[in-house]
Each structure stands twice: as C-alpha cells, then as structure tokens.
C-alpha cells in the first residue's frame, strides 16, 4: 500500500507539473478565434459563457497544481477530483464551443480553424493528461466527440467526411494516449526500482566503509599487542637454542617454536600491511633507487631459502648495467623478495630462478623472475592476485599467508608501476614488475 500511495502521489504532481501552464494556452486560444472570427459578434452569449467557465476553470487548475503538497497530502482522493472537474470543465466546455463554431459555420473557415485548434489541444491533452487514463480519455472525447456529432447531423457529404476525421481523429489519440500512459507507468515503475537499488547500494557502501575503518582500527590498535609477544617468544627461542644443557628433542622443539613463530609474525606484519594499503593509511616516499643493488639484496636474503631447497638462482644482467628507477626502496625490496620467495617455494626440486631485465617501453624498465615450477591452473590465474589465494597443489606444505601478491601489487601500484605475469602448467611461471626511470640516469 505505501508504494502504492507513493506512486499515486508521483503520477499526481507529474500531472500538475505538466499542466500547471496549460489553462493559460485555452485562454490564449480562445482570444485568438474570439480576434479572427466573428464568433463574438455572432455569439455574444456563448462567448461569454466560455470565457467565465474558461477563467474559473484556469483559476482552479492553477490553484490544484502551485499549491499542490499542501492540498495534496491531507485528501488525494479530493485533490484529484476537483482537478479532474476542473478539466471536464473546460474541456467539454470548448467541445461544445467548438460543436457550435460547426453548426453556425458549417464549412466555413471558422470551423477549420476551430476544428484545426481543437484536433491540437486534445493531441496535446493525450500527451499532458497521460498519468491518468480515465482523464485522458475524457478529455479527448469531450473535446472532439461534439464537433463529430454535429457534422454527422448536418447531413452532407462534406460534413460526414469531416465527421470522420474527427472520429479518426479521437480513435487515434485514444490508442496513442493508451501507449503513453502504459510508457509512463512502466517507467516510473523502473525508476522506482532504480533508486531503491540505488539506495539499497549506498547503505551496504556506508556498511562497508564502517566495517572496513572498524578493522583499520582494530588492526592499528591490535599491531603493538601482537608484535610484542611474538618477538618476546622469537626472543627466548633463540637463546634456548644456544643453551647446550637442553637434550637434542627440546632443541628440535624450539626449533619448531621458532619456526611457527616467524611464519606468524610474517602473518602478522603481512595483514597489518594489507589493512594500512587498503585503508589508504600507507604512505610511500618516491625516490631514485639504484636497482642492480636493491636486486643483489634481495637475492641474498632468499639465498638460505634456495640453498635449503636446493633451486638455483641466476640473474641475466651484470652489475652497474641497470638504470636507476623510481619507487620505494624499502617497499621494493619487499615486493622482489616476495616474487623470488614464491618462484622458490613453488619450484621443484632441484629447479631453476632466473632474474632478467628489459625495456618494455621507452622510460620504462621491467623487471622478470621465472621459474621451472609447476605453474599457475588456468582456472586459478584469475585469482591470483586475490586475497587469501594460494598457489599450487594445495596438497604441498608450503608456508605463506596468501596474501603477498595481494601486497605486491598494491605496493606497485603506489609506486606508480605495473605487475602481471604469465604461467604454464607444469612448466613454470614468469612474474614482471615494470617501474618508471628516473629523470637522473646518466643517459637521460
């Protein structure tokens, strides 16, 4: 019932909106046929007749329609009715004026005219009056049905042919009028839908941002309490791990204390740095990064990890051979030691690294990283850098929080760089980070 009301309440002030000039245009007709024809002259009484029921007719419509939410509200059902009598009115009132320019002027220039201005007005009226059919109907047969009947009644040929067009005339209008007013239904119901979706969307954005500075804050808050315990038990695990009174089965227990304890605090610094990224907390500072260095850096701090799996890890460049670029050099540092950590976790065993660079583009440089490794499932590709998306055989054991390349491609994209890579089942991947040259190359 409510959308009901409020669909009744929209078709009414479209109505009055529409119309709310309208009665202006009777009168401005009327004053035209009373200047150019003799109808004053000849019909001093009905002149007069219509210009009282035209002005009191204006003076209501403009009424109901510039004072429409004040009258509206306390009773529709009589808002709407005496705006329909205020049409009814002045509708059947020039149809009958317009009947009688036709009986005193039968084929006469007065009568095209009238007929011509009346065929307009309910053209217009099928178009205004479409949010209510039952006015519009009545408007356009009020305005051409009498002027039908009294040619049909004077009985000549060329009167019943005129008959005719005003009968074909007002079918025409009646369909046309049908189609508007389901138009303007279907649309209003669409509209209606639309801004329910809209609003609907706007409340689970506002849900959604509430939600996602709740966990900002949370995580911001919780950073220090998760930190500090982690790095008092990472602490004593390794001064246990010097103590040679332990027997060899607690020293491989703490091992595995140590163990947990660093893969847990990856965690934890992995999802505090994806919450500062995604709540737009994370700041980063441009600068010239020298990139053969920062490359050798990274390479010799996932070493351990190669040697441990036994993967072999070449770089295709020489030293000093690469430009500078710019970006982040801690940030960097960590997206090149998350992609070489994964080309050597998911490779197999006894398999091969390569680090190679090139020059996509002019003032570009990207940087590659392929393995042998068993590859990405087509299906999985488009997942990859989603969070919480792990790689590989999920029946392999192998640590990681699924979120690095998550953070990868963010920190990149701060940094004004590209990612992406392409993958073979089975035969490997290859990833690729591609950042801007700095201005102060020595070639530049």
Not at 86 to 111: D, K, Q, R
Not at 252 to 260: D, F, L, N, P, T
Request: aromatic share 8%; with cysteine; net charge neutral.
């Amino acid at each position: 019932m409510e959308i009901e009301n409020k669909f009744h309440e929209k078709a009414c002030w479209d109505l009055a909106q529409r119309t709310h000039t309208a009665s202006l245009f009777y009168v401005f007709l009327w004053v035209l046929i009373a200047i150019s024809t003799p109808v004053v002259r000849d019909l001093p009484i009905i002149a007069a007749i219509i210009t009282l029921v035209f002005v009191l007719g204006m003076l209501l419509r403009f009424h109901l329609t510039s004072r429409f939410h004040r009258l509206f509200h306390p009773n529709p059902a009589r808002w709407l009715r005496q705006y329909s009598l205020a049409v009814y009115s002045m509708t059947l009132t020039w149809g009958v004026f317009a009947a009688a320019i036709n009986w005193y002027y039968p084929l006469l220039w007065p009568a095209y005219l009238t007929g011509f201005i009346t065929a307009g007005i309910a053209a217009g009226g099928a178009i205004n009056q479409s949010t209510h059919l039952h006015i519009q109907r009545s408007l356009i047969v009020t305005m051409l049905m009498p002027s039908a009947l009294v040619c049909i009644a004077l009985a000549s040929f060329e009167s019943r042919i005129l008959a005719l067009v005003y009968l074909l005339d007002m079918f025409f209008l009646v369909r046309l009028g049908a189609t508007l007013h389901r138009e303007y239904w279907e649309a209003l119901v669409n509209t209606e839908l639309l801004e329910t979706r809209a609003q609907l969307l706007d409340a689970a954005r506002l849900r959604a941002e509430t939600a996602d500075r709740a966990k900002s804050t949370f995580l911001a808050h919780m950073s220090h309490e998760l930190r500090t315990p982690l790095n008092a038990i990472l602490g004593f695990s390794q001064l246990f791990e010097h103590d040679e009174t332990l027997t060899t089965e607690h020293h491989h227990g703490i091992g595995e204390i140590k163990s947990a304890g660093k893969h847990l605090l990856e965690l934890v610094n992995d999802v505090l740095d994806l919450a500062q990224i995604e709540s737009g907390h994370m700041q980063l500072v441009s600068e010239d990064v020298n990139l053969n260095g920062i490359i050798s850096e990274s390479l010799s701090l996932v070493e351990p990890l190669a040697v441990q799996r036994g993967i072999e890890v070449r770089m295709n460049h020489t030293a000093n051979q690469l430009p500078l670029v710019r970006g982040n050099t801690t940030r960097l540092r960590q997206v090149l030691v998350n992609l070489l950590s994964n080309a050597i976790k998911y490779n197999r065993e006894q398999g091969r690294v390569e680090v190679s660079c090139g020059a996509p583009a002019e003032g570009w440089v990207r940087v590659r990283i392929a393995d042998t490794g068993i590859g990405i499932a087509e299906e999985h590709q488009p997942k990859i850098f989603r969070a919480f998306s792990r790689l590989g055989n999920p029946e392999r054991k192998i640590e990681g929080t699924g979120i690095g390349l998550v953070i990868t491609k963010q920190l990149i994209e701060l940094m004004r760089g590209r990612i992406g890579f392409t993958s073979t089942p089975g035969q490997g991947s290859e990833f690729w980070i591609e950042l801007p040259l700095t201005s102060n190359n020595p070639d530049a």
